[in-house]
């Protein structure tokens, strides 16, 4: 059985409340950080469960900020994302 991954990019501030048991990254050092160490990108199995809904909810990030693997690659891999995630970046002090 094949499990549909979702992606949200989340700012640091955002990063330092979430709880990455909740998520498929162990910690704060296993996410993966944009090359400034502003946003980082997490992914979790679909649906999101509710510690998830309600996280977001409470960081005021909206349903539609998910988005499937193959467009988070895509956008990752082209244009203006590629530049902002090209290296993997050291995650900033916790």
């Not at 048991?21 to 993966?32: F, G, K, N």
């Not at 998830?52 to 909810?57: L, P």
Request: aromatic share 8%.
């Amino acid at each position: 059985m094949s499990r549909d991954l979702l992606y949200i990019q989340i700012t640091q501030a955002q990063a330092r409340t979430l709880d990455f048991q909740l998520v498929m990254e162990d910690s704060w050092d296993t996410a993966r950080w944009d090359n400034n160490q502003t946003m980082c990108m997490i992914h979790f199995v679909s649906p999101p469960s509710r510690d998830i809904s309600n996280w977001m909810r409470e960081q005021r990030i909206p349903i539609t900020a998910i988005t499937k693997h193959a467009v988070e690659n895509a956008y990752i891999r082209t244009g203006g994302g590629r530049t902002s995630w090209d290296n993997p970046a050291r995650p900033p002090r916790e």
